[in-house]
């Protein structure tokens, strides 16, 4: 296996740890950051954990007990068991840096694959959202460039679909505004570093009455909290900035899922615009 798909194994085998657990939301900061790092986890200290998660060190001694370990040494032992690290030593891995980064995104899409298997829960978010008129769709910040990218692609085969990406007092009129003219869904985009008027603004969206579809990079981010769904894509975290490849592929999966929840409209309106786009010749090709 290559040293990608190393990385994206040992990610699933960390992440396997929390499952069934009740974290509190430091907790999941820390399990999180466990995730994002599991090829470094198994040589963390609790204080390069509890650095990394933006917690203090006695945080990270309770998430560990939390977990059923006696303490951090213990959880570290399980973190090595799990990941096949050594006891001492660093982890190693072939190419440059730059290669690195490409080789776990490979392994984030590997990863975004096998959680597509449940094919009937990706039909299901198609047809909450494709139901949804108007379509909010959010994302602040980092996540905005995505959710723009969305929403180009869905008005060609939803009625009305409304980008939110700016924050500010605005949002939440936005918000109840979309409520009001019958939307029934959000569709967020929620990525590192979580914005915190992101949060806020999924709060709000439920207190409006809409259900909360989260497309975010891990299980344990954050917006768990506000979403009713949760659909997780891995972010690269190698690069000086991250990168969004498993998050955007991930997007592109549930418009399809849009589209396929209701055809016949998807074909109509997509030929009308193809018409429209021959009339007025917006393409060389």
């Known amino acids: 296996m290559n040293e990608g798909g190393t990385v994206g194994a040992s990610a699933d085998r960390v992440l396997d740890l929390f499952q069934g657990v009740r974290l509190t939301p430091t907790q999941r900061r820390i399990a999180h950051s466990l995730v994002q790092h599991a090829a470094a986890a198994a040589y963390l200290s609790a204080a390069e954990v509890a650095e990394l998660a933006g917690v203090s060190q006695p945080s990270v001694t309770r998430f560990a007990v939390a977990l059923g370990h006696d303490g951090y040494p213990a959880l570290r032992r399980r973190l090595r068991e799990l990941t096949g690290a050594p006891a001492t030593g660093e982890p190693s891995g072939g190419g440059n840096e730059l290669q690195r980064a490409v080789g776990t995104e490979v392994a984030n899409l590997e990863r975004l694959a096998g959680e597509l298997a449940d094919t009937d829960r990706i039909a299901a978010v198609g047809k909450l959202l494709a139901a949804s008129r108007p379509l909010p769709v959010l994302g602040l910040r980092a996540a905005a460039p995505l959710a723009a990218y969305f929403a180009f692609f869905a008005a060609k085969v939803h009625p009305d679909v409304r980008v939110l990406d700016d924050g500010g007092s605005l949002l939440a009129d936005r918000l109840e505004q979309a409520a009001a003219a019958g939307a029934t ?14 949060l806020d603004a999924l709060a709000e969206a439920r207190a409006a009455g809409l259900t909360v579809v989260a497309i975010t990079d891990s299980p344990v981010s954050p917006a768990t909290e506000h979403a009713e769904v949760v659909l997780p894509a891995a972010v690269g975290t190698d690069l000086v900035f991250d990168l969004h490849t498993a998050p955007m592929t991930l997007a592109m999966v549930v418009l399809q899922a849009i589209c396929d929840a209701a055809p016949a409209e998807t074909q109509r309106r997509l030929e009308a615009f193809e018409s429209s786009a021959a009339r007025r010749q917006l393409f060389l090709g």
Do not use: G, H, K
């Not at 869904?185 to 992101?198: G, K, S």
């Open 185 to 198: 869904a959000l569709l967020a985009f929620v990525l590192p570093r979580y914005p915190r008027e992101t």
